[in-house]
């Protein structure tokens, strides 16, 4: 595809970097990336890559925006806050008016094994903002079965971690780390904290790995686990390429895509660092806002609020926010039991 001097001039300060040149920049306009998780790393990485000029970016994220996101989530203020926005439109919405001349969709979705393929479609690239292992396992199912990479990562408190995956010639995410560590052992947002300029790093190392694999330089990628400790100043690189197991690692080597299959899919769970659970609906389900909330205005503390996008509602001290598509995140609660007896009392089984 062809892109005129005007069009390439926003980028001349990234163009004059040799890494990058002339040719590197039309390839970052011609790639189309999907950004899984659209929260602390999700929005530093889609700032960063939509500025950097890739020509197409998915952003697929399930939650809502509250007033703790905005102490490290960047592209979110409080007036998205106060309009109810769910995190990918508000991400949207600010990233056209930074560079219009990208085509970003959103989808306000859980991604799951029924619908990662079709979000993916077209993709050449992967990203890692999610928080949580069965999502990551179910993008390096899809990686590994397509051959596409992707990029990890994670942070909690000050401390983060990033990789690049690069099917067939570095480790996959279940060579490194066969089963997600245990609940107990796993500490959240709301245990340890997080601080936005470790946020910051680890993204920037992110995007700097995406931006190698978009411009065809694989051979100049990291292929480590970078650790990083922003309060120290401290940062590792761990060779990971002993743990690569071809012959006996469930993903890449077995090739058994048991979380891409479904086989270790949930249908509720509870939210990292938020005191809240989400439950899935049946697939296909669909509801209408304006009949929901007159079935729930009587149970309702404060009244019920709702737009296309959500509807928000507090009941018995829980707060509900519901989606078009029949999901919900239950707030208040952690017991999955509770939140699905919830959601089948006020929205149906």
């Not at 390096?140 to 690069?166: Q, S």
Request: charged letters at 25%; a negative charge.
């Amino acid at each position: 595809m062809g892109h005129d001097a005007e069009a390439l001039s926003r980028y001349s300060r990234q163009i004059l970097y040799d890494r990058i040149g002339l040719e590197g920049q039309r390839k970052l306009l011609d790639s189309r990336v999907l950004l899984v998780g659209c929260g602390a790393l999700g929005t530093v990485l889609a700032d960063t890559l939509v500025r950097a000029g890739v020509g197409f970016l998915r952003i697929c994220d399930r939650d809502y925006i509250e007033r703790n996101n905005l102490q490290r989530q960047v592209l979110f203020d409080e007036d998205d806050m106060a309009a109810g926005l769910p995190k990918a439109e508000a991400a949207r919405r600010k990233l056209s008016r930074i560079n219009s001349e990208v085509t970003v969709a959103c989808d306000v979705i859980d991604v799951t094994h029924e619908n990662i393929e079709r979000l993916a479609d077209g993709v050449s690239l992967i990203l890692d903002g999610s928080d949580n292992f069965e999502v990551r396992y179910l993008i390096n199912d899809l990686a590994v079965k397509t051959d596409r990479p992707w990029v990890y990562g994670a942070v909690i408190g000050a401390t983060g971690l990033c990789m690049p995956i690069v099917p067939n010639e570095t480790p996959c995410l279940r060579c490194v780390f066969e089963d997600a560590p245990p609940p107990e052992l796993s500490p959240t947002c709301d245990t340890a904290g997080v601080l936005a300029p470790a946020v910051g790093i680890v993204a920037a190392f992110q995007a700097m790995e995406a931006i190698k694999i978009l411009t065809g330089q694989l051979d100049q990628l990291n292929r480590r686990l970078m650790s990083i400790d922003a309060w120290s100043g401290r940062v590792v690189n761990l060779n990971v390429e002993p743990a690569r197991r071809s012959d006996t690692c469930p993903c890449c080597g077995k090739r058994d895509f048991e979380h891409l299959e479904g086989r270790r899919a949930t249908v509720s769970a509870a939210l990292c660092g938020r005191g809240a659970v989400q439950v899935r609906a049946a697939p296909g389900s669909s509801l209408d806002f304006s009949t929901i909330a007159r079935k729930l205005e009587p149970a309702a503390q404060g009244g019920v609020q709702h737009n296309k996008f959500m509807l928000r509602a507090r009941i018995d001290n829980l707060d509900l926010a519901l989606f078009p598509d029949g999901r919900a995140i239950i707030k208040g609660t952690e017991d999955a039991d509770a939140a699905r007896a919830f959601y089948a009392r006020y929205i149906g089984a």
